[in-house]
Structures are given as C-alpha cells and as structure tokens.
C-alpha cells in the first residue's frame, strides 16, 4: 500500500521536476502577488485629489487651506475661481474632494462663532471617500480649536472660562502604528495558499480524468484512498512550502512581526491545508474537463475570500452572510495567522479556530473521499 | 475453441444508466487462450461490459470472476491478473516512454528485474527500442498505442481486455498489434476484444454479437455464418446507387448493402438471382456480373440485426 503511494508521489514529483511552467507557476506568482498586496492593499488614504475654492481670500482661509495640503493626505488637483469648477472638476473625476471656504469665513471665526465649510466628495469609492471626509472633519477640527484657542488668549478671555475640552488616549495594540500592511501581509497568506492549493488539486485530478489516465491507473489494484493520498501529498507539500516562502517574503521584506509560537502557526495551516485539498478533490470530482473545474474553482473561491473577513468586517454583514462565514475555512486560518503573527497568542487563544478548522476539514475529506468514488463510476 | 475451465465469465450481468438499459443480462465465458469479440453497433453495451469486466464500474446486477476471483467482492485481488486497454490508453505525456512503463509496472508491484526483461522484449517486438527516453506526447498515435499495450501487459496478466484499441490506427501498426495479440492468445491469454472493424471480427476466436445491450447471437465466425438465412447475391455493376433502388421491394430481397463493386444482395434463398437480374434489367441498370457469394461478417451483421429487429 505505502508502495503504490510512494509510486505515485515519485510520479508526480517527475512531472512537476519536467513541467518548467508548473514551477514558475508556483514560485513566482504568490511572491509577486505577495508584494503587490503588500503595497497595494491599504486602507489608508493618502494624495486625495482635491480642488480648493477660497472665496473668503482672508489669512485664516489660506491658514487652513495649508493646513489641508501640508497634511499628505490632499493634493491639489486643479485651480478652481468658481463653485462650477469644483462641482466640474468632481464630475470629470478630476478631483475626488472639493472644498469651498465661504466669503464671510474669517469674519465668523473672529466673533467666536461656528464657520461652515462646504465639502464635496464623490462617494463612486465610498470607502476611500469616508475616510477622506474623515481626515477633512480631523483637520478643519484641529484647526478651529487652535484658533479658538489663540483667540481666548489674545482677547484674555480665557482667565475665568478655561475652554473644556476631552481628551482621548489612544493606544492600539499589536499594531500601534496602524499599519494596514501587517493586518494585510498574514492574511494574503492564507488566501494566496486557499487560491492555489484548491487549484492546483482541481486541476491535477481533472487533467488525469481529462487524459484518460485515471481510468488507467483505476484498473491497477489501488485502491482510491491510496490514489488520493498519493494526488493530494505532494500538494500539502507544496502548501507548506508555500506558506513558508510567502510568510518569509512577508516579514522580510515588509517587516511583519511573527510574535506567535511556529508550531501553533504550522498546525494551523495543515488543518486549513485538509480543507483546501478536499476542496478541490470535490470540485475534481464534479468536473469533467479543465475548463469546468475553472469557473467552478472561480465560483467557490471567490465568495471565499468575501465572506473571510480578509477585508470586509464579518461583523458588518448581514445575520445571513455571517453564518455562511462559519463554514469558510479561510475565516478561520485568518484568525489564526493574524494572532500567530500579531498577537502572539497560542492554542490557549485559538483553540476554537483549531477545533473549528479541524472539523470543516473532516466533514470536507470524508464528503470528497465518498463522492470521488462514486464519480468513478 | 477448447473445452478448458474460462478464466473470465460474465453470469446475467446488467448495468443501467437511469432509464437506459446498456446491458441486459449478459453472459459468457472466455477460456485461456481465446480472442473473443463484441461486435455490435454504437450503444450496444460494449465498452460498458468491458468497464464492468475490468472492474471500474459496478454493475446492478450480475456477477463476473477473473482467474477464480469475484471482481466486484475483491476488486483489487482480481485487477492483478486483468489488463485494460481502452480505445485511447491513458498516458502521461509528460513522461518518457520508460517512465511510463516504469510507472503502471510499479501499480502492479511488478519487481524491477521482471519489469526490465519484459518491457525490453515488448518494446522490441513493437520497434520501439529506439525512443525510450522520448516523451510519450511526442510519439505518433500507433506508436502511442504500442506504449500503451506495453504498459497494459507488464504486469503479465491473465485476461487482456481491449475496447476499441485499433481505433485510429494506421493499418501497419494494426496487423503488428494483431501479431501482439495472437502472441498472447499463444501464451494462454484470455482476450475479450471490442471492435468496429468487421474484418478484425473476422479474426477473433469467438464473436458475441450485442444490439441493445444484450447478446443477440454468440459463435464462432464460421458459425454465425452458418446461421445467415437465405443467400447472398454480389451483383457487380458501375452504378450500385441506381441497381439498389431498383432492387427495393423486389420479391424476396432481405437487404442491400452497397461495396466497392457494385452491392451485395440478401435474398430468402438461393434461386434468386434469375428474378434480381431480370429486375435489374428492366430498370435499365448495367450489370456485369451475378453470383452467390458467401456472406462477410459485414453481411452477416446486417442481416442478424435485422431480423433480430423484426423477429418473424
């Protein structure tokens, strides 16, 4: 039996050795990918461009104008004289943000009282777009208190009526800086290794079914559970090997801290590699051809990496949505990674997500195993 | 054909596939030594049987044994002694010819002293020394199927099932695969062979003819022959098109079917041919030539089809 495993690993391994592509295939696009999300993939906001109307022409509308541009997060887009400039330059995509300082604006401010600004934002990226609003609200805020202030000292209201305000003391932990890229490096592992795992398997099996050669090797005495062994081993190999090099990219080049315990991590990811490996022996198993196990593996991978929380808060999806998430293992292996790498949590913390992991790819392996040999038939 | 123990047997075996009958109650029994045939059209249940006998797929009913062991209790016990070989053998193209032949020896725990003495003879006999270490996708389509053959008998079995196997297969290549089989039959093999080539029926042992997924009639060529009713008439004539619906409805014509030369003629029994001539005459046909023939296995299929279609 052992034999007949081996057998076919040597195989596989003899055609991977003379398959050039399939190798390049397996190195190079997760490190790309790697690096494009670690770049690309942020949530942070910054260069918005922006078209700015000063129709108050005072000191304090071109205070606060430059408080806006010395910030990093708005660029100057275009010169605006009238409010259809800002409303044209929105339209033509131009600018995201536009920005009408009212005539009357320093005059308000001088009496103590609440000047208005008017913002224009185009919504089309309403993500990007609350943010930017954000930051807007975040500066013309700082800016009003600074001039309320130096106001009351210079008119010396402030003996007597000290202005009250709250502070709040942040601290954000694991990740102080808020930097987006060590919330997204550990999480492209997971989805790059789901992605190409589920499809190297799919398509493996399918290609032998394709070719002819898995009736074949089904004449021989193996036995199925010896053939899926020996046609899924090498690619739990090939995940492990995988997760190392993304992970080692990861920390590498973008600086991830890996805080958490080596061991956790790596029975983390050989539970979520059992359910990416009898995911796609269940899509082999309802495909015939190559080109049916693509858009099958398209339709299932996707709505994967949706319902994960790689980047759409589950919290934030409807009750039905959130459910389906429990079934998605991807869910699950982020959670691990993501405090395996950030907290430095252990199994004390993620015993759950293993318990969880460990039963999605029971229930997956058995339901692939059955229907692999009834689609032998 | 002898009279020895069969080392296959197929007892009342029947697959469906929903409301499809593909094979209905089918038996027979193949001793060492024979080349059995399954003729019969499209449909007729052939490669199904043959996937049942190789033991990839269940039937609902049924029973076959192979060399004493039940296929469908003991699977992997039985595929030791089978060979399968469907009508395109399932090769890594990526791998080298020896590989290949590395590879299903391997499957069948063939030891590597067995392999190599077997796999050198086999690739001689067939001319295929020289590309060893080519990549089976760049061999030619016979070549191919000689690899496979050759990685369908390494493990020596003792039933040899072929589905279709010449299927598209230059005639050289095909008389050289033939010189294979009759080799094998010589060595005590059972062979069960599939195929859509009437003159390749010609050659085998035994002929079970299928229509519907069931046997309609299973002898010896010679003897289904014996069985053809009526005659055969070989009219030559330069335009067989315009002598066959001439010959339509006439009295006592069975069928016709069209040949290089002119048409062969199924008639109810012999003495025909004064009426076929004059029929033909009548209608202006040119003919050169009338005489009673025996039937080809062409003929005969036609013929038992039909009247299996339309008992009398």
Known sequence: MLGRILHLLIKEFLQLRRDKSARFRLLIPPIVQMVLFGYAATFEVFNVSTVILDQDRSQESRALEDAFLRSSRFALAAPARRVADVRDAVEASDAQLGIVIPAGFAELLRKGQTAPLQVLVDGTNSNSALIALGYVGQIAGDFGQTYAQNLAERTGRLQGKPIVSVEVAERYWYNPNLNSRWFFVPGVIGTLTLITIVNLTAFAIVREREVGTLEQILVTPIRPFEFIIGKTLPFFLIGLLEVSIVAGVGMAWFRVPFRGNPLVLLLGTCLFLFATLAIGLLISTICRTQQQAFSSNFFVLNPMFILSGFSFPIASMPPVL?????????????????????????????????????????????????????SLD | MTPSAPIVEAREVSKRFGALVAVDRLSFAVPPGEIFGLVGPDGAGKTTTMRMLAGVMRPDGGQIVADGVDVLAHPEQAKRHISYMPQRFGLYEDLTVDENIRFYADLFDVPRDVRETRAAAMLAASDMLPFRKRLAGQLSGGMKQKLGLTCALVHTPKVVLLDEPTTGVDPLSRREFWQILYGLRAEGVALVIS?????????????????????????????????????????????????????????????????????HVHVDAAGRSAGIAAALAAAGVPVSEIAEVAPSIEDLFVALLDNAETPA
């Open chain 1, 322 to 374: 959130q459910w389906l998430t429990y079934v998605d293992p991807l869910r699950y292996y982020l959670v691990i990674i993501r405090a395996t790498f950030l907290k430095g949590v252990g199994l004390e913390a993620l015993w759950p997500q293993m318990l969880a992991l460990a039963a999605i790819a029971a229930v997956l392996l058995a339901a692939a195993v059955l229907r692999f040999r009834k």
């Open chain 2, 195 to 263: 195929t859509a080539y009437l003159d390749e029926a010609e050659r085998c042992d035994r002929l079970a003819l299928l229509h519907g997924g069931r046997m309609v009639h299973c002898d010896t060529p010679a003897g289904l022959k014996a069985r053809m009713p009526g005659a055969m008439l070989e009219v030559v004539s330069p335009e067989p098109r315009r002598a066959r619906d001439a010959l339509a409805g006439q009295p006592g014509v069975r069928g016709v079917l069209l040949i290089g030369i002119g048409l």
